[in-house]
């Protein structure tokens, strides 16, 4: 396969991950694709590295924010709570006159 070839599939494919959501698969194709010949993987193996490496971006994505994601839903309660409180104030005071 001639290297422009290559070139665009791996746009082809890059274009295909992005609308599919498989970013690893997206960044990671065109180098497994040249380790899977190099060790000479069936096409089942390089597919089973691709996706391999797709599940482990997506834990890491999913364990490295946990934190922040924790924080920001506290806020969010937080906020809930202060505005919940303002409008039962608001109609405690309206109940009076």
Not at 15 to 27: D, R, S, Y
Request: aromatic share 2%; hydrophobic share 40%; proline share 2%.
């Amino acid at each position: 396969m001639s290297t422009h070839t290559a070139t665009l599939k791996i746009a082809t494919i890059g274009q295909q991950c992005k609308l599919l959501h498989l970013p690893a698969v997206a960044a990671q194709c065109a180098q497994l694709a040249e380790q899977a010949i190099r060790e000479r993987r069936t096409h089942l193996g390089y597919l089973e590295a691709l996706l391999q490496a797709e599940l482990e971006e997506r834990e890491q994505r999913l364990m490295a924010p946990a934190h922040s994601r924790s924080a920001s839903a506290a806020n969010e309660d937080s906020r809930r709570v202060r505005f919940c409180a303002c409008a039962t104030l608001r109609c405690d005071a309206s109940m009076l006159h």
